[in-house]
């Protein structure tokens, strides 16, 4: 370390008129070692102090963080003021730190029970993780589930203003760990307190990676709903002023308190901006990018409406979703046959891959192939293997939107006479879903394709919309807005 550069300012709890906690070195430069913990120990820095820090590329200004236990000893880690964002700067790099005071994070929001108001619908929320009930952990770095539904009352309490609100965490998993045996409990815990016939509307709190997974599943495993169901989550961790937790959050409390509907939704972000949500039909939705709030899409097909602060502006014409009738009552069916795959066709695909599969003892295969629903003919003879094997196959087509077509070309034709039956429009993810639960119910060929070709609630559609595919929502309300008042 340069000793010229840096000027040891402090011993002892004091740093320029800055006054800090004892000295607790276990504590103060938690996760640093090293020249960055040299660079602190010089400089009277600690963990959580507010600090400006002059680099050769500029200031920083900003938290110290703790560091990841398992990170590097050549950058120190700050959480910025003008943005929250966290940033790692070089050590070598900083020129001067000057510390300006002490903040210590509590990352605890404390539970807080939801008011009663006798006037307001009921709503339950029902905590399974993920981002939107998440906190940085300091410990690895890393986002980990940490609020429980309760607590999200506490980081938001516009929630009271919309509807009387009770809680249940049923487990705190990130959604990649969620699969059937989640659904399952989900899908009991919803018809549970449907059935109590004490809510207006349930709201499912979730990690978004394989948020659409679950509400297919959903939409399969509690059928005949009387109100509405609200798969919601977040892109952004509640710790940064990007987050979309807040926001989501209340447009699907909104929509599960009042909204004019009878089925498994997703609610996330509509555009970048924090303007509305969308209402996405859980069996036409899939996250379509990492790391944008507005990740959600409907794909071939609309969403069922618009949701604001304001209320609802439905994209669906009225006789194309289902209505909120509360004199339904819900039909729960969470058998599930665990194996089935999913098979992404894609160029040189070598047999021994199905045959692994029918060696293993999958039920069912869900092929999304290119194009039209094809893939290469040396895969033909393993598909006739696994066919005769009793394995039930179909056909989704890769690119996402558009049809199956297996009558237009030879190579599809002579994959149906193999026995692959094809999904038209199905989404992949969502024909791995209902095949599990397809197989939960009967392994009889003829029925399995019944079930598989016949629509529980939009997994399959007639057409698509014609502006669809261009437009992708079903309309650009910002863009109705600038002409509207911008006459040419």
Not at 122 to 133: D, F, M, R
């Given at each position: 370390m340069n000793e010229t550069t840096f000027e040891i300012k402090a011993t002892g709890s004091v740093v320029e008129g800055v006054t800090l906690p004892d000295l607790d070195p276990a504590e103060d430069y938690k996760g640093y070692r090293g020249y960055s913990r040299a660079v602190l120990e010089a400089t009277g820095a600690r963990v959580w102090c507010e600090v400006k820090a002059t680099t050769d590329q500029g200031d920083f200004v900003g938290i110290l963080l703790p560091r990841s236990e398992t990170a590097?000893?050549?950058?120190?880690?700050?959480?910025?003021?003008?943005?929250?964002?966290?940033?790692?700067?070089?050590?070598?790099?900083?020129?001067h730190i000057e510390v300006l005071g002490y903040r210590k994070a509590n990352y605890k929001i404390p539970e807080k029970e939801f008011p009663k108001d006798p006037v307001k619908p009921?709503?339950?929320?029902?905590?399974?993780?993920?981002?939107?009930?998440?906190?940085?952990?300091y410990r690895t770095g890393a986002v980990i589930p940490a609020f429980s539904p309760g607590e999200l009352y506490g980081a938001v309490p516009e929630l009271a203003d919309i509807a009387n609100m009770n809680t249940k965490k049923?487990?705190?998993?990130?959604?990649?760990?969620?699969?059937?045996?989640?659904?399952?409990?989900?899908?009991?815990?919803?018809?549970?307190?449907?059935?109590?016939?004490?809510?207006?509307?349930?709201?499912?709190?979730?990690?978004?990676?394989?948020?659409?997974?679950?509400?297919?599943?959903?939409?399969?495993m509690v059928q005949n709903l009387p109100c509405p169901v609200v798969v919601v989550g977040s892109q952004r961790s509640s710790d940064r002023p990007s987050s979309d937790a807040a926001f989501n959050l209340l447009?699907?409390?909104?929509?599960?308190?009042?909204?004019?509907?009878?089925?498994?939704?997703?609610?996330?972000?509509?555009?970048?901006?924090?303007?509305?949500?969308?209402?996405?039909?859980?069996?036409?939705?899939?996250?379509?990018?990492?790391?944008?709030?507005?990740?959600?899409?409907?794909?071939?097909?609309?969403?069922?409406?618009?949701?604001?602060?304001?209320?609802?502006?439905?994209?669906?014409?009225?006789?194309?979703?289902?209505?909120?009738?509360?004199?339904?009552?819900?039909?729960?069916?969470?058998?599930?046959?665990?194996?089935?795959t999913l098979l992404w066709y894609y160029p040189n695909m070598q047999a021994d891959i199905v045959d692994a599969m029918v060696d293993a003892g999958y039920k069912g295969i869900v092929i999304a192939g290119t194009g039209l629903g094809h893939v290469n003919r040396p895969l033909f003879p393993a598909l006739r293997r696994a066919v005769k094997a009793g394995v039930h196959i179909f056909m989704t087509v890769q690119t996402l939107w558009g049809y199956v077509q297996m009558y237009v070309y030879d190579t599809g034709r002579d994959i149906m006479e193999i026995g692959v039956t094809p999904l038209a429009n199905m989404l992949p993810e969502v024909a791995y879903v209902k095949l599990g639960w397809v197989l939960g119910q009967t392994q009889e060929p003829a029925e399995v394709r019944r079930m598989m070709t016949t629509p529980v609630n939009g997994e399959i559609t007639e057409r698509e919309p014609f502006d669809g595919y261009l437009v992708f929502q079903g309309g650009l309300p910002e863009l109705e807005d600038y002409f509207k008042y911008h006459q040419v």
């Open positions: 590097d000893d050549k950058h120190l880690v700050m959480k910025l003021t003008y943005n929250g964002y966290n940033v790692g700067i070089k050590s070598e790099s900083i020129q009921n709503v339950i929320l029902l905590g399974t993780g993920g981002t939107i009930a998440s906190r940085l952990d049923i487990f705190g998993e990130f959604s990649e760990n969620i699969g059937p045996m989640h659904w399952k409990k989900v899908a009991e815990a919803v018809a549970a307190e449907i059935e109590t016939g004490n809510v207006n509307g349930v709201v499912v709190g979730h990690g978004t990676d394989t948020m659409h997974y679950t509400a297919a599943a959903l939409t399969f447009r699907a409390v909104k929509t599960a308190a009042e909204g004019d509907f009878g089925e498994v939704m997703v609610c996330m972000y509509g555009p970048t901006s924090d303007s509305y949500g969308l209402l996405h039909r859980g069996t036409r939705v899939r996250k379509m990018h990492s790391s944008y709030r507005s990740t959600f899409r409907t794909l071939s097909d609309t969403p069922i409406a618009r949701v604001s602060q304001d209320g609802f502006v439905p994209i669906k014409e009225e006789d194309a979703f289902i209505h909120r009738d509360m004199s339904r009552k819900p039909v729960l069916n969470t058998a599930f046959e665990e194996k089935v």
